[in-house]
């Protein structure tokens, strides 16, 4: 990656850190009551999920500059309507800005970054670049949480909302001015009908990748579950003392992802064996889970929450460089993009029957649920594809 490269990810994920903390209670002087809070996060969500595919194709298509650039402005421009508003009309319609932002920005820098980093260094560079896009924008969002709880309230947390437009700025005019799209980096005249062909023909020739797709189907589910009670489940273990660190754990989660990039980012682990990496760590995450939901203590508490989001931290690199080196460059932004929306889909099942079933089981109950599923889910494409060459090499042994 280029300083720039590497410029443009930190600071647009340092922007998106710094609200993380107080997301909540600035949409509530803003319009929202508990009652419809839940209301905007939907609507925000919905937004997203609707468009996350649709955006991919964009990127493709029309190039992924223009649609990280639009991503980008559409971020910045919810921004002053949450500054000199405060109905819930308008707030609504800056979560709806802010879902487009998400959907068009998911996918369309990272094919942006990876094709540059082929093209100026080689294949063999496509895992190296998604693993460094990773770790700096681990790094930017967690860095930027840490901020975001550190930078004080001033009318309704106007202070974050300006700082965050003033770094949406600043990712704008460097996407425009100082990012430079190689040719081949999506602008190809493909029809809408022959593209979305293609990335179908590509997931069934490919059983890996349906395994995959299931694989972060069924975290997106641990993921949403974990974020959604990890709160309420420590406030149950602590006392009014112990719930000063909620910031803290916060932070604690975001440091642990970007530790868990970096250590597999520093990790060589060769093409062939990225898909066996890739499932068994995923299971590893799904038996973590199970363990959090175990604990009883604050302490086992915060050890077992670090742990899943390190290991979730490694695993994403390993998904990054299994899903980069399967996806040809025309189609990489579309099928990014899909990946983040199975992993949406997963969340949005899962969040509907924890709540449906969270008040008999618990939450502890949910997670080893949700935990118990990922192992089941990943565990067996692990052992299947070392059986399944076993078996191949087997058979070319017999024939010779």
């Known amino acids: 990656m280029t300083p720039v490269q590497w410029a443009i990810a930190f600071i647009d994920m340092f922007s998106t850190g710094l609200m993380q903390p107080v997301l909540s209670l600035l949409l509530l002087g803003r319009g929202a009551t508990l009652s419809t809070l839940p209301l905007l996060i939907c609507t925000y969500s919905m937004t997203v999920f609707l468009f996350e595919f649709p955006s991919g194709v964009f990127a493709d298509m029309k190039g992924r500059k223009a649609a990280f650039v639009t991503a980008t402005a559409l971020n910045a421009a919810s921004m002053p309507l949450l500054m000199l508003r405060r109905d819930f009309l308008t707030t609504m ?95 190809k005249h493909t029809r809408l009908k022959g593209h979305l062909m293609g990335c179908g023909s590509l997931i069934m020739e490919k059983p890996v990748m349906i395994y995959a797709f299931m694989g972060v189907f069924a975290t997106g589910g641990l993921i949403l579950t974990t974020e959604v009670y990890w709160q309420p489940s420590y406030k149950l273990l602590s006392d009014a003392g112990g719930l000063r660190l909620l910031g803290l754990i916060s932070f604690l989660g975001f440091g642990a992802a970007a530790l868990g990039n970096m250590l597999a980012h520093k990790l060589s682990i060769k093409d062939g064996s990225l898909a066996t990496g890739f499932f068994l760590s995923r299971a590893a995450v799904g038996a973590l889970a199970v363990l959090l939901a175990l604990q009883r203590s604050p302490a086992g508490f915060i050890a077992a929450y670090g742990m899943v989001y390190m290991l979730l931290g490694s695993s994403e690199i390993l998904e990054k460089g299994l899903m980069n080196g399967l996806v040809p460059s025309d189609r990489r932004a579309s099928m990014l993009s899909l990946l983040s929306l199975v992993m949406q889909a997963g969340g949005f099942l899962a969040s509907g029957l924890a709540g449906l079933v969270v008040t008999r089981i618990g939450i502890g109950g949910v997670w080893a649920a949700c935990g118990a599923f990922l192992v089941c889910i990943c565990a067996a494409p692990a052992m299947i594809r070392p059986l399944a060459s076993a078996r191949a090499g087997n058979q070319t042994r017999a024939r010779l």
Do not use: N
Request: proline share 2%.
């Open 93 to 187: 319609v800056a979560m709806v800005l802010l879902g487009l932002g998400k959907a068009f920005s998911s996918g369309s820098y990272d094919a942006l970054v990876i094709d540059d980093c082929i093209m100026r260094r080689g294949k063999g560079w496509a895992r190296k670049a998604a693993s460094q896009l990773a770790v700096c924008q681990s790094l930017g969002i967690s860095i930027g949480a840490l901020f975001g709880g550190l930078l004080p309230e001033t009318k309704g947390f106007t202070a974050h909302l300006a700082v965050r437009t003033v770094l949406l700025l600043s990712v704008l005019v460097l996407s425009a001015l100082a990012v430079k799209e190689r040719p081949s980096g999506g602008k």
